[in-house]
């Protein structure tokens, strides 16, 4: 599918800000005064920046609104109403702990869980779609939460969670990657089943159904070489975990450590998720005799 920046920043940003937010919530960092200001500022401003760059993927940005109407049928509402609701409610907890009220951490654990709950609603946009077989399985939402996780745990500057998310992040990464590859086969998706003509007999492409590109061709179909998808997957998997573990581990706490362990992270985990939407093919491609990744 086509990767359009929007999303890939939507994506990314607000995952790592709720991640963030995760810990901050847990009471995992132990910042307080002006300290705690400033990571709580971070933290909902990546998750607010994330959520406003999603706007301008709609076709009229003006009607983001609607967005909460659908709740009942659609993850996208879902995602937006969590999103609202998980800022709305950290925001006691931030206070708290600028102004040091000492009110219960139990809000902020709940607050935490919900921040997790958002970034599971949010990867549930993509895992549901049956028609785009390498989403649609266990591996898109566990694979969302650990980016979230291990960018919040960076971020946090705590080593022990940094290091332990990162090293589960990799095993996800890798087995999200080699389930996706066999996806297509696994679910029997075929230009006969994408029509529904399957059960007549052999279906093949006689003619393209149109003279030129269009809407589903240039949204739906994207073809990236499967040697340059190899060398993406190196540059993104030594970016998001290898680079930034190798930063936790070898290097002694503090906030160099963590500007560089996330800035070196934050690309890798951009450049993943490109790759998971241009490497996602959608069931049309076979109706216009096309396949993404070959």
């Known amino acids: 599918m086509h990767p359009a920046p929007s999303v890939i920043l939507f994506t990314v940003l607000s995952g790592l800000g709720f991640g963030f937010l995760a810990f901050l919530a847990a009471g995992l960092v132990g910042a307080s005064g002006w300290?705690?200001?400033?990571?709580?500022?971070?933290?909902?401003?990546?998750?607010?920046?994330?959520?406003?760059?999603?706007?301008?993927?709609?076709?009229?940005?003006?009607?983001?609104?609607?967005?909460?109407?659908?709740w009942r049928s659609?993850?996208?509402?879902?995602?937006?109403?969590?999103?609202?609701?998980?800022?709305?409610?950290?925001?006691?907890?931030?206070?708290?702990?600028?102004?040091?009220?000492?009110?219960?951490?139990?809000?902020?654990l709940a607050g935490a869980v919900m921040c997790l709950a958002t970034v599971f609603t949010?990867?549930?946009?993509?895992?549901?779609?049956?028609?785009?077989?390498?989403?649609?399985?266990?591996?898109?939402?566990?694979?969302f939460q650990f980016f979230a996780l291990a960018g919040g745990a960076i971020l946090a500057g705590n080593r022990l969670w940094a290091a332990v998310m990162l090293v589960v992040l990799g095993a996800l990464l890798t087995a999200h990657w080699r389930i996706g590859d066999g996806r297509f086969a696994a679910v029997g998706a075929s230009i006969g089943s994408a029509t529904g003509l399957g059960t007549i007999?052999?279906?093949?492409?006689?003619?393209?159904?149109?003279?030129g590109p269009n809407y589903l061709m240039r949204e739906m179909i994207y073809i990236v070489a499967r040697k340059h998808a190899q060398k993406l997957r190196a540059i993104a998997f030594g970016l998001a975990v290898v680079a930034p573990l190798a930063?936790?581990?070898?290097?002694?706490?503090?906030?160099?450590?963590?500007?560089?362990?996330?800035?070196?992270?934050l690309p890798g985990a951009l450049a993943a998720r490109w790759l998971f939407f241009a490497e996602a093919e959608h069931v049309v491609g076979l109706y216009y005799g096309q396949r993404g990744g070959s």
């Open 35 to 70: 300290a705690a200001f400033a990571l709580w500022f971070i933290g909902y401003g990546l998750a607010v920046v994330g959520l406003l760059a999603s706007a301008f993927h709609l076709g009229n940005p003006q009607r983001a609104l609607r967005a909460f109407s659908q």
């Open 74 to 108: 659609s993850w996208l509402s879902r995602e937006a109403w969590a999103s609202v609701a998980t800022l709305v409610f950290l925001a006691p907890m931030a206070l708290s702990d600028w102004l040091g009220l000492g009110w219960p951490r139990a809000w902020g």
């Open 122 to 143: 949010t990867s549930m946009i993509y895992a549901q779609l049956k028609t785009v077989p390498r989403w649609n399985h266990w591996g898109t939402p566990v694979m």
């Open 201 to 211: 007999g052999t279906v093949r492409v006689f003619e393209q159904p149109h003279t």
């Open 247 to 265: 930063v936790v581990l070898g290097l002694p706490p503090g906030p160099l450590t963590v500007v560089l362990a996330t800035a070196l992270h």
